[in-house]
């Protein structure tokens, strides 16, 4: 993407393939405060109509946009890959995934509610139950333009909120074209609104606006605290999914080349842009040489370029701004004293000249006090960190400001326990790669990863609710009888 000007100087959201920059994909008005003023008032008179449509009924749209997105998978994950970049394997995961949370949330409707409790007085029943909090705002990131809507979205339509979704401008379309769908399947008008606009403006608009009762952010941990801060100065619920820097530890027992296999996926895997990517293996001294080997091996034999062509196996960075930030880490790791295995240089001719592309790269003899072993980098660079016991490897995993997600490869089951035990991340992996998360377990970290609340499952829907106890004496006659 980039924002230029148009013939009459009014700006324009350029959306171009990150893979081959003569590739445009679409041209964009960016949106304003005025639109995001219109959708608020869009959505608080669509509310009351979907608040009051019966949870099972509201689960069937979300079911019906599900078939719809399955019947339409190539074509999605095309557009996913000509926006976003990552290779057509990926996109077709990520619109599953995508698909998998519409479905989990359609059968929420037949769930939602709370419970029953006994009461202390006669005649008298208490419950809790779950209702919509009203008007609300989901602002989601680039590099998943289809699942991060679905995975907030979905929860907040079922639970009978109105939604007003900011999808990041780098990757708009993939975010309408899921709009599109739901709208498709039977979502009535202003239940659901897009905004595509810069952060600074529609973001801000949405996460300043007094009627959005809740926001859900996922993106980096600056712009997250910002929105955390803003939103709660006025009392706003708020959910923020931020980064990680997310560790595979390799013990001497694990099966390396299986080990090896997990962290190149997770290390290069969507590019390395993903906040669950493994951007830290943290070796046994025992087996360090031989998995650093093997991994430098797995990166060699990718090959990069445009992901819609057969056979690449890696894409590119999604922008300009993605490739200097890594392009800075890896001089970086050079300057810090680490030794460059493998990868640390831009690719600009033969498949590559068009685009984003970076080497898959890989440090050894990183200290875990570098930057590149302490921050999140968000590309394809992994780092090797030496240890000599499980204490140890906690030690550097424990000692970062992120919490994630973290992956142990051990045979041992005591090995194995003390770790899940002892690692503070809010997701942990054990003989498989640190990505992913699936629709029905909870999903987030914590420590500067999350904050407010998990998403995905009953988790990620509770936050889209308030709750309301009722006391219901059905004689009239209890409080005569009340102890307290
Ligand atoms: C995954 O690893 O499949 O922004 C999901 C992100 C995460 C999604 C990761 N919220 O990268």
Redesign the pocket.
């Known amino acids: 993407m980039s924002t230029t000007q148009d013939a009459r100087g009014a700006r324009v959201i350029v959306d171009t393939n990150p893979a081959d920059t003569t590739d445009v994909l679409a041209e964009l008005a960016p949106q304003t405060r005025g639109d995001v003023e219109r959708a608020v008032e869009r959505a608080k008179r669509a509310y009351p109509g979907w608040r009051a449509t019966p949870p099972p009924e509201r689960g069937r749209v979300l079911a019906r946009a599900a078939a719809l997105a399955r019947e339409r998978l190539d074509d999605l994950a095309r557009l996913l890959t000509r926006e976003e970049g990552k290779i057509l394997s990926e996109a077709r995961g990520e619109v599953l995934?995508g698909i998998n949370l519409l479905e989990w949330y359609s059968g929420e409707g037949f769930r939602l509610g709370g419970r029953t409790r006994p009461s202390e007085m006669p005649t008298t029943l208490l419950w809790s139950m779950r209702q919509p909090l009203g008007v609300v705002a989901v602002i989601t990131?680039w590099?998943?333009p289809w699942?991060?809507p679905a995975w907030k979205v979905a929860p907040a339509l079922v639970a009978g909120n109105a939604v007003l979704l900011k999808p990041a401008s780098l990757t708009p379309l993939v975010a309408q074209r899921f709009v599109e769908i739901l709208a498709e399947a039977g979502l009535p008008d202003g239940v659901l609104t897009v905004l595509v606009g810069a952060g600074g403006d529609v973001g801000t608009a949405l996460v300043d606006h007094p009627e959005v009762r809740a926001v859900s952010f996922?993106g980096s941990c600056d712009v997250g605290g910002g929105v955390y801060a803003r939103a709660a100065g006025r009392l706003a619920k708020v959910t923020c999914?931020m980064g990680g820097k997310n560790a595979v530890v390799v013990m001497p027992d694990a099966d390396l080349d299986l080990a090896a296999a997990g962290i190149a996926q997770g290390a290069f895997g969507s590019t390395g842009q993903?906040?669950?990517a493994t951007s830290l293996g943290v070796l046994h001294r025992d087996v360090a040489v031989r998995v650093g080997d093997l991994v430098v091996d797995r990166a060699r034999a990718l090959r990069i370029g445009n992901g819609l062509e057969d056979g690449v196996t890696m894409g590119p960075l999604v922008d300009g701004g993605q490739l200097r930030t890594v392009l800075g880490y890896i001089e970086r790791g050079r300057h810090e004293g680490a030794r460059l295995l493998t990868g640390g240089h831009r690719l600009d001719d033969g498949p590559c000249a068009r685009g984003f592309f970076v080497e898959p790269t890989v440090f050894g003899d990183v200290g875990p006090s570098h930057r590149i072993a302490q921050e999140e980098i968000f590309g394809p660079v992994l780092s090797l960190v030496e240890v000599r016991s499980l204490e140890e490897a906690l030690e550097v995993v424990n000692g970062l400001r992120y919490g994630l997600t973290s992956s142990i490869y051990a045979g041992d089951a005591n090995t194995i326990m003390r770790f899940v035990d002892d690692v503070e991340t809010g997701m942990v992996h054990v003989n498989s790669p640190t990505?992913?998360?699936e629709a029905q377990i909870p999903f987030g970290g914590v420590k500067w990863s999350g904050v407010g609340g998990r998403e995905m499952a009953e988790e990620g829907l509770e936050f889209f609710t308030e709750l309301k106890s009722v006391f219901f004496d059905y004689t009239g006659r209890a409080r005569a009888t009340n102890i307290y």
Do not use: D, I, Q, S
């Open positions: 995934k990131p590099n998943f699942a991060e996922t999914e993903r906040c669950t990505v992913g998360g």
